[in-house]
């Protein structure tokens, strides 16, 4: 397990459809063994998002993301993580 941290940039179009990158930090929360380096982790994804307006300050979005996760340490393997939803926005 890992905890992460993100910055999230957004860029707005004429059109509906609203891409971003999420840039993301953080580091391991499971035990370390004795002597083992910290795990801390950097990452990176890109996402599509298209709102769906509820009204001027709420709205839901449907949203697609994929994007990977490096550790720091050797001793740990890359994450790679995409995903798929519906989020609500205010």
């Known amino acids: 397990r890992i905890g992460l941290g993100g910055l999230v940039f957004r860029i707005y179009t004429p059109f ?3 891409p971003e990158l999420r840039f993301r930090g ?3 929360l499971g035990s370390v063994e004795a002597g083992a ?3 801390y982790f950097v990452g990176v994804s ?3 998002r298209y ?3 509820l009204g001027a300050r709420v709205h839901v979005s449907l949203y697609v993301e994929g994007g990977a996760t490096q550790a720091l340490a ?3 393997r890359s994450h790679y993580t ?3 939803g ?5």
Do not use: D, K, W
């Open 74 to 76: 050797r001793a740990y």
């Open 26 to 28: 953080g580091m391991g």
């Open 46 to 48: 890109a996402a599509v």
């Open 86 to 90: 519906m989020g609500l926005h205010f």
């Open 37 to 39: 380096e910290t795990p």
């Open 82 to 84: 995409g995903g798929v």
């Open 16 to 18: 509906r459809v609203e």
């Open 51 to 53: 709102p769906l307006s």
